[in-house]
C-alpha cells in the first residue's frame, strides 16, 4: 500500500478561507509538512487539530523530501502546507512533489486561498491574460533587467513584494515601465486589507507619505495596450490592417489577437481616441 501526498492551502490571513476539505484532509492525515510549526500550530488549535508535524522549509527541503518519499511508500498520509496560501507558489514544496510523481505516489491538490487569484479578482486589471513573476529582485539593477525582459509582455503582471523593498519597486516599475495602470494589493483578507491603485509614480509617492509602510504586498501591472512592441499605436495598426484590403472589424480582430486583447477593448481604446 501506498500514501498520498495532499497540497493544502490555508488561509492567507482570515481563517474562515479554509475550506472543508483542507480541514477534514488535516485531521485525516497521518503527518503534517510545514514550513513553520509553530505557524501552523496557531492554524491547527484554532480548528481543534491534533496532529504530528515535520518542518519543511527552504533550507531542509532537499533531505526532507527524501523522509517523506520514504514514509509515504510505507503507506502514510502527509499533507504539505505553507504558512500561508497554496504551497509551491513561491514556497516550498517543489522538491517533494517532484520527488513523490518520480516514485509513483499519488499528488492531490486541495486548492484554496492564494494572494495571486485573490489580488487580480479585485484589482480592476484586465484578466484574460495573466503573468505570475513571483518576487522581484532585491537589487535594483536586476531588478530593473527583468522589468525590462517584461516590459512588451501584453498580459498583466504580478508580483509580490516585501514591505522593505515596495516602495524602491514602484520607483523602478516607473522608470522602466512608465505610466501604466499598477495596483498594489496590501494585507489581503486581513483586517487591513487595502487596494491602492494608480500609476508605480502615484503609488509610490501615496506609500512613501505614510509613517510607516508595513504588511503583505502584491503588485500588479496592467499590460501595454496602448502601443506594440514595435511602438504602433492601436489606430495605426488597425489602419495598416485596412489599407491592406481587410474591413475594418476583421482588422480589429487581428490586432486584438496580436496584441492579447479582447476585440472589445481595441475598439473602446481606439473609440477613445476620437474612432479615427
Known amino acids: 500500500m501506498i500514501g498520498t501526498l495532499y497540497i493544502i492551502a490555508t488561509p492567507i490571513g482570515n481563517l ?34 491534533s496532529k504530528p508535524m515535520m518542518s519543511y522549509y527552504e533550507h531542509n527541503e532537499a533531505a526532507r523530501a527524501a523522509e517523506l518519499v520514504e514514509r509515504l511508500q510505507t503507506g502514510v498520509s502527509v499533507a504539505l502546507v505553507s504558512d500561508a496560501g497554496t504551497p509551491l507558489i513561491s514556497d516550498p514544496g517543489y522538491r517533494l512533489v517532484q520527488a513523490a510523481i518520480t516514485a509513483a505516489i499519488p ?5 484554496g486561498v492564494s494572494a495571486v487569484v485573490g489580488a487580480l479578482s479585485a484589482a480592476g486589471l484586465p484578466t484574460d491574460a495573466f503573468r505570475f513573476c513571483g518576487f522581484l529582485p532585491p537589487k535594483s539593477s536586476q531588478r530593473k533587467k527583468t522589468l525590462e525582459q517584461l516590459k512588451t509582455e501584453t498580459a498583466t503582471l504580478i508580483f509580490y513584494e516585501t514591505p522593505h523593498r515596495i516602495l524602491e519597486a514602484l ?28 500609476t508605480a509614480a502615484e503609488l509610490r509617492a501615496e506609500l512613501a507619505s ?42 480589429i480582430k487581428q490586432v486584438a489577437r496580436q496584441r492579447g486583447l479582447s476585440k472589445r477593448e481595441v475598439y473602446r481604446l481606439i473609440a477613445g481616441d476620437g474612432g479615427r
Open 210 to 251: 505614510r509613517p510607516s509602510v508595513k504588511g503583505e504586498f502584491t503588485l500588479l501591472i496592467g499590460k501595454t495596450d496602448e502601443v506594440q512592441a514595435d511602438g504602433t499605436p492601436l489606430e495605426e495598426a488597425v489602419r495598416a490592417a485596412e489599407e491592406q484590403g481587410m474591413p475594418r472589424m476583421e482588422a
Open 171 to 198: 520607483e523602478d516599475v516607473a522608470a522602466v515601465m512608465g505610466p501604466r495602470p499598477v495596483v498594489v494589493a496590501r494585507e489581503l483578507t486581513k483586517l487591513h486589507e487595502e487596494f491602492l491603485r494608480g
Open 107 to 111: 499528488v492531490v491538490p486541495i486548492p
Open 16 to 49: 474562515e478561507d479554509i475550506t472543508l476539505r483542507a480541514l477534514r484532509l488535516l485531521r485525516e492525515v497521518d503527518w503534517i509538512a510545514c514550513e513553520d510549526t509553530r505557524q501552523t500550530r496557531k492554524l491547527l488549535e484554532h480548528f481543534g487539530i
